[in-house]
Nanobody, 121 residues
Framework: QVQLVESGGGLVQNGGALRLSCHAS????????MQWYRQAPGQEREFIAR????????DYADSAKGRFTISRDDVGQSLFLQMNNLRYDDTAIYYC??????????????WGQGTQVTVSS
């Protein structure tokens, strides 16, 4: 059974920091591109950061560049997002996504249930 379980969200003051985690199980984590998305109330889900399998690269949305850092631990099957200098408009539910790229996994998408991040002004 595939599971993506996010944790680490919470309430933080403007300018503060949080570290989100996503623990994966039920699939070959090391072969998947892992991503973070977020969705604010009344808005569409938006891409935040991506880390490809096998060290193939990292991408950030403009809103995350210079403040957020994505990383992964393939042995522990975990994805992380270090968020610094948080702003009020970072308030959203943050979702972990696993996207299959190789072979029979290509096109597969798995999502976590999300973790709430609230930044107080």
């Amino acid at each position: 059974q595939v599971q993506l379980v996010e944790s680490g969200g919470g309430l933080v003051q403007n300018g503060g920091a949080l570290r989100l985690s996503c623990h994966a199980s039920g699939f070959d984590f090391s072969r998947y591109t892992m991503q973070w998305y977020r969705q604010a109330p009344g808005q569409e889900r938006e891409f935040i950061a991506r880390i490809r399998a096998f060290g193939a690269g990292i991408d950030y949305a403009d809103s995350a560049k210079g403040r957020f850092t994505i990383s992964r631990d393939d042995v522990g099957q975990s994805l992380f997002l270090q968020m610094n200098n948080l702003r009020y408009d970072d308030t959203a539910i943050y979702y972990c996504n696993a996207r299959g790229i190789f072979g029979a996994d290509a096109g597969t998408d798995y999502w976590g249930q999300g973790t709430q991040v609230t930044v107080s002004s």
